[in-house]
């Protein structure tokens, strides 16, 4: 189910519906004509859709370090090693 986004669109209004507010609605659902709260008319905006792809092997230590960055991981407090790429195998914050 996608979320939606409506805004005010005349009168008063209230503090639920002057600012943006998101809905999640089924596809088929008709838009909502007012707010749930204030019962004033309300419009749905168009959003661009929000698009999340398989990008999880990019963040592999083999591909941090083929790419050029530095990975380290916390080992204790202030203290990071190096798990990947170039520079000092050990960070400690003196």
Known sequence: ???????????P???HC??????????GEEPLATCPECSSPV???ISP????SGKA????????EKHGF??????GKGVY????????GIIKND
């Open 1 to 11: 189910m996608p979320f939606y986004e409506y805004i005010h669109a005349e009168g």
């Open 13 to 15: 209004g209230c503090d």
């Open 18 to 27: 002057r600012g943006r507010f998101t809905v999640l609605q089924r596809l």
């Open 43 to 45: 419009r749905r905006l």
């Open 49 to 52: 859709p929000t698009v999340v």
């Open 57 to 64: 092997h990019q963040l592999k230590e083999s591909s941090i």
């Open 70 to 75: 530095t990975q380290y991981k916390k080992i």
């Open 81 to 88: 090693e190096k798990t990947a790429g170039k520079g000092p």
